[in-house]
């Protein structure tokens, strides 16, 4: 277990995970991720979410240890008095009909959506365990009390944020989570962006509601499902949320997303990045048969400018920019300038159907020209991408 210090009441009982090959069976994480669990000690004691199936074992140990710890403290057994959950998704709550089996008094504190949505997950049954709380509902654990703020949507419907007032500790569920397991020295933003924008992305509306319900909380530390928690600076990570959310592009830049069969769209893309460099432009280019596809999510949404590069295939798109669109359509992409790069050996299809998404994204400008390559790039060709790079440099 990566060691995390919060205080003496609030104990960190959440596991790193460096096995697994893809995160919500998607997302390449080369440095793991965490599923972060807490526990909160006083006179009452609450453990705040369990974690993934895949990490029972270890966390019920670090559970247990901090148990014995209390119980040993106070010359009695202690068992847990509460369960607060904060999100229904596996990766979080995938131990509640265990650990409510290991501690027969064991309360389940959520709301009524988690409630409704239980049986779907457990075959135990809950009554009398059940402690409902909505909006604005409070709940003392003695010297710490805990503050109940619904969150739908900030990732599904059930999500829940505790605000601890003692403290000033925001347990922020899915909120300012980050891939990338905690025993893990890497830059923040850049993990939590692409964790951000692919996991949450779709949901920038429910994200700025929660923001501005933060905003009236004297926040100190903010301990989220997965990833460090926050103690320092913690305006930086309300920035970024409050830009991500709102789908304002973080930096000025160009990205390339290129779907190429057999090299030659590649090589005009990559043409189209080097007239760009020599306009002074960032560019962030990706190979989207071969890259990370979250990676190139991430940066359409970090810049400013996108373009979009592929063959023809079939008589539609080459499907991993089919497949690169669905997932800017499903973020809610928006409030970008695109350009467009199409081949075809004889029948070129991609540029009208890369148009046909962009023209579905609110508030997208399409740059001009479409650059039209007929299976590789020639002097006319090369002159419509001298054109476009124009049109995209700032
Ligand atoms: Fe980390 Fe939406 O679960």
Request: hydrophobic fraction near 40%.
């Amino acid at each position: 277990m990566s060691q995390v210090n919060i205080s003496d009441a609030v104990r960190y009982i959440g596991c790193d995970d460096h096995e697994i090959d893809l995160f919500e069976s998607q997302y390449q994480v080369p440095n793991g991720v965490s599923y972060n669990s807490y526990l909160m000690v006083d006179e009452k004691i609450a453990i705040m979410d369990t974690v993934d199936a895949r990490a029972t074992t270890e966390w019920l140990a670090n559970l247990e240890r901090e148990m014995e710890l209390v119980s040993r403290q106070r010359g009695r057994e202690c068992p847990p008095d509460y369960l607060v959950v904060s999100h229904l998704e596996p990766d979080h709550a995938a131990n509640i009909q265990k650990i409510c089996e290991k501690y027969p008094k064991l309360k389940v504190v959520s709301n009524a959506k988690t409630f409704a949505m239980l049986p779907q997950f457990f075959t135990m049954d809950f009554s009398g365990r059940k402690v409902e709380v909505k909006e604005g509902d409070s709940l003392s654990l003695g010297s710490h009390t805990l503050h109940f703020y619904m969150a739908p949507m900030v990732h599904w419907p059930e999500v829940m944020v505790t605000y601890e007032s003692t403290e000033k500790i925001l347990f922020s569920a899915d909120g300012f989570g980050k891939f990338g397991a905690l025993d893990t020295q890497e830059d923040w933003d850049h993990e939590a962006r692409r964790y951000y924008i692919n996991i949450v992305g779709k949901y920038g509306a429910p994200v700025q509601a929660l923001l501005k319900k933060a905003s009236g909380l004297d926040i100190q530390i903010i301990c989220p499902l997965h990833g460090p928690v926050l103690k320092e600076n913690l305006a930086h990570y309300l920035e970024k949320y409050e830009l991500w959310s709102s789908y304002r592009p973080e930096n000025e830049g160009v990205t390339i997303a290129y779907a190429s069969i057999h090299g030659n769209t590649a090589a005009a893309a990559k043409e189209l990045a080097a007239l760009l460099e020599e306009k002074g432009q960032k560019v962030s280019l990706h190979d989207l048969a071969r890259d990370d596809m979250a990676k190139a999510v991430e940066d359409a949404f970090r810049y400013d400018r996108l373009v979009l590069a592929a063959a023809t295939y079939d008589g539609g798109l080459f499907p991993c920019m089919e497949d690169f669109l669905y997932h800017l359509k499903l973020k809610n992409y928006q409030k970008r300038t695109v350009g467009i790069l199409e081949n075809g050996s004889w029948a070129p299809m991609a540029g009208k159907l890369m148009k046909e998404y962009v023209e579905g994204f609110k508030d997208c400008v399409l740059a001009e020209p479409t650059v039209t390559v007929k299976s590789t790039l020639n002097a006319a060709g090369r002159d419509q991408l001298c054109q476009l790079a124009q049109a995209l440099a700032k």
